[in-house]
Structures are given as structure tokens and as C-alpha cells.
């Protein structure tokens, strides 16, 4: 038994590394000028290259925008004085890294940045067997706010669990203290998620705008035959979030319409933050140790 959960500890691991390294590549892609779409793409093409496969797809969120944003295929964005979230994820055989980091392009934003850093190695101090998700709320909460610019978490996103195939399991770990929560134990593997909003912010996101990206509920008999032949192509993501970027394009949106409106997917419209606050987002993903915890997204040293 202990084999088989070092085995499965070494595909998170592998996921991780591999996720670390295109991280790091794809951050000095944005900048300036350059495309939202290359970058997505320059993240997922070379996630594949090194072996694993995009464990949902490249988010680049912008300024109040805090996650679900992802370019459509025929996107002409570039990016300008943006504060830009990039989370991304890559997995080996199901088993998920999952990573995001903040670039300010405005240079005046580096408080904000520096807020959820922080927030998230804190967190990561205090993981260990038996530590409660509401200390790690608390923790991170407390950091975010104890910043004289009037900093505050984002009350309602939360870092998560994660396992096989599956990006967003139980537990969710708040970035606020709560009353109850639940105690972590070694080998789990958890994605430490802090997201902090400026002055301006009120700490809560919201729906805003169309959705680039799916996910499958369960899957049902449909009758439109474009529905059933883009059911089949979706099932190899397993339950893992996918981009309509990423799918045939013939009668797609009726064919996506169809699928949503029958309960087989369901749509991750952009998440905004309410008070057209600006937001930064940290994260890495842990695995619990008895004595502490061991961070697979972090960049090892050569």
C-alpha cells in the first residue's frame, strides 16, 4: 500500500515539475504587446511537449478579473498595463499540478502582488498532518490583511483538493477564517490558493461575460448529431476542464448550447471581482507531510 501511494505521490510530483518549469518559461512571455492567445498556447503546446497534459486550460486574467478567463480561438488581445493572473495546470495520467502567479505589467501594483505571496508562504509554514483548513483561512487572511493599503482576500474562492482527475475536490480551503472546517492528514494533496483585492475591491467575485471554458457533468443521450459527435471528443478530457478553443468548430456553439442545456456540461464564465477591484492570486500545489508539507509547483534549484 505504501508503494502504491509513493507511486501515485511521484505523478504529482513528475505533474508538478513538469508544471514549474512551463510556468517559468511562459511568465517572460507576458509582457506588453505580446498575445494573450500565444501565451495560452505557448503554455499548453509546451506542457505537452515535456511529457504531461494541460490539467485545464491556460487562464490569463486581467486586472478585476481573478480566474475562468481563457482566450478564444480567435482572440486579438494583447496585453497592455494589466496586473495579469496566470494559473495553469498539467497532469500525468489524472494526477494534477495545479499553479498560478501574478505579473504587474503597470509597475504599481507590486503591494498588491506581494500580498498574496506572502498569504500563500504563510500557509504552506503552518501544513503539516492534522492542521485545520480553518487555521490555513485564517493564516492567510490575517497576512492579506495585516497590509496597510487596505488589502482583503476574496471571500468566496478558495483553494481546493485535488485528485485524480479531478482539478477541484473536496476539501475547499478558504482564504478567510471560518467557523468549520476540516483537518488535513499526510499524503493528501491540496492546492493553497490565496486571491487579494486592493482598497477598491469589496472581496467578492462574480459571473461576468461569456464562457471559454467547459467541463462535463455526466454524459446523456443527446439527439442533435453535431451534440453526440462533440460528446465523444470531450470524453477524453475525463472530467478535466477544457476550451472551446480546443474543440472541432463545426456548429459548435449550438452544439455546446445543447450539451448545457441537457445537463451534460456545464460552462466557467469569467469570475470578476464585484467592486472592479484590481486582484493578485498566488498558489502552489502541496502534498501533507506528517512534520509539514512538500510543495510539487515550486521551481527546484540546479
Not at 66 to 79: L, M, R
Not at 226 to 254: C, H, N, S, T, V
Not at 268 to 296: M, N, W, Y
Request: charged residues 30%; contains cysteine; neutral net charge.
Amino acid at each position: 500500500m505504501e508503494e502504491q501511494i509513493e507511486l501515485v505521490l511521484d505523478k504529482y510530483r513528475s505533474a508538478g515539475r513538469i508544471l514549474a518549469e512551463v510556468r517559468e518559461e511562459a511568465v517572460g512571455r507576458i509582457k506588453e504587446g505580446f498575445s494573450l492567445l500565444e501565451v495560452a498556447e505557448f503554455v499548453e503546446n509546451g506542457t505537452r511537449e515535456k511529457g504531461a497534459e494541460p490539467g485545464f486550460p491556460c487562464n490569463i486574467s486581467r486586472n478585476e478579473e481573478a480566474a475562468h478567463a481563457t482566450p478564444s480561438i480567435d482572440e486579438k488581445t494583447v496585453f497592455g498595463k494589466d496586473i495579469v493572473k496566470l494559473d495553469i495546470g498539467a497532469h500525468i495520467g489524472g494526477y494534477i499540478g495545479d499553479s498560478a502567479v501574478t505579473v504587474d505589467l503597470s509597475g504599481s501594483n507590486d503591494g498588491l502582488v506581494k500580498a498574496s505571496e506572502a498569504a500563500l508562504n504563510e500557509a504552506i509554514k503552518i501544513i503539516r498532518d492534522g492542521v485545520s483548513t480553518v487555521e490555513i483561512g485564517e493564516t492567510i487572511e490575517n497576512t492579506i490583511r495585516a497590509r496597510a493599503q487596505g488589502y482583503k482576500p476574496i471571500v468566496n474562492l478558495t483553494g481546493h483538493g485535488l485528485l485524480k482527475y479531478n482539478s477541484h475536490a473536496r476539501p475547499a480551503i478558504p482564504n478567510v477564517k471560518y467557523e468549520h472546517g476540516v483537518i488535513l492528514r499526510e499524503n493528501d494533496v491540496v492546492a493553497i490558493e490565496p486571491f487579494a483585492t486592493d482598497a477598491q475591491g469589496v472581496g467578492k467575485v462574480v459571473e461576468s461575460g461569456n464562457a471559454e471554458i467547459y467541463s462535463l457533468i455526466k454524459a446523456k443521450p443527446v439527439r442533435l448529431r453535431e451534440a453526440k459527435k462533440l460528446l465523444e471528443e470531450i470524453k477524453k478530457y475525463q472530467g478535466l476542464p477544457f476550451a472551446k478553443r480546443w474543440l472541432p468548430r463545426e456548429r459548435l456553439d449550438m452544439a455546446l448550447r445543447t450539451l448545457k442545456n441537457t445537463g451534460v456540461l456545464r460552462d466557467h464564465p469569467v469570475l470578476r471581482e464585484e467592486g472592479k477591484g484590481l486582484v493578485s492570486q498566488a498558489e502552489h500545489t502541496i502534498i501533507v507531510k506528517e512534520d509539514g508539507c512538500e510543495v510539487t509547483t515550486r521551481k527546484t534549484k540546479t
